[in-house]
């Protein structure tokens, strides 16, 4: 799959070149249009921060075809290449569409044992091919260095490599927290890491909005 984005960096989209045959995976919410021929297949069911989610299968006809899809809110588009040798976590919401050969895990912990059974905002991606993420804002790529550090507010968080070294903590004990959102929570980092970060969090411009 190759990747073609337009409309960057406010209103993202991206298109995803499919060839003969060839299958990516997408919210079939985010979807704007595709080539004529493309075989689509949904696969309803609910999805995380009270929002359905529809996983949809994309596949290209024998003379290959594309798929447009765009996030919800105003922001960037932006393509991970995974080499099938480490994974990133991904916050829930910001992953946009994947190549077939892309493996989410539905039982990667994350944070979870911390906060007994309830769903976190992170989900973890590995294998070889592309993802595309969306970010709430513009994008900014943060490089850590071994032994650097940095503290971001879960919220701002798009994705990171699981080389990272981490941490949840509260903000204040005075403040409500939730695995679920990272309400109330701050993220540490520590490197040899890469960092993907958005300038606005999608809770807050949602309220806006509404």
Request: with cysteine; charged share 15%.
């Amino acid at each position: 799959m190759q990747v073609r984005t337009r409309h960057t960096p406010a209103f993202g989209v991206a298109r995803l070149m499919l060839a003969p045959g060839e299958a990516v995976l997408a919210d079939y919410d985010a979807m704007l249009s595709a080539s004529y021929g493309v075989l689509i297949e949904v696969r309803p069911r609910g999805g995380a921060r009270g929002r359905k989610a529809h996983p949809t299968l994309f596949t290209a006809p024998a003379e290959g075809g594309w798929v447009d899809v765009a996030p919800a809110l105003p922001g960037e588009v932006y393509t991970l290449e995974l080499e099938g040798m480490s994974g990133w976590c991904v916050t829930r919401g910001s992953w946009l569409a994947a190549s077939s050969t892309i493996y989410q895990d539905p039982n990667w912990p994350g944070f979870r044992p911390m906060f007994g059974a309830e769903q976190g905002f992170l989900e973890h991606v590995s294998g070889q091919g592309s993802v595309v993420l969306t970010s709430c804002g513009a994008l900014d790529v943060v490089n850590l260095d071994a032994g650097a550090a940095i503290t971001v507010a879960p919220g701002c968080v798009v994705a990171y490599t699981d080389t990272a070294q981490t941490r949840l903590r509260a903000v204040s004990q005075s403040l409500h927290q939730s695995i679920r959102t990272g309400e109330g929570l701050l993220l540490d980092f520590a490197g040899p890491a890469q960092i993907l970060t958005q300038t606005r969090k999608p809770q807050a411009m949602s309220a806006a909005l509404t």
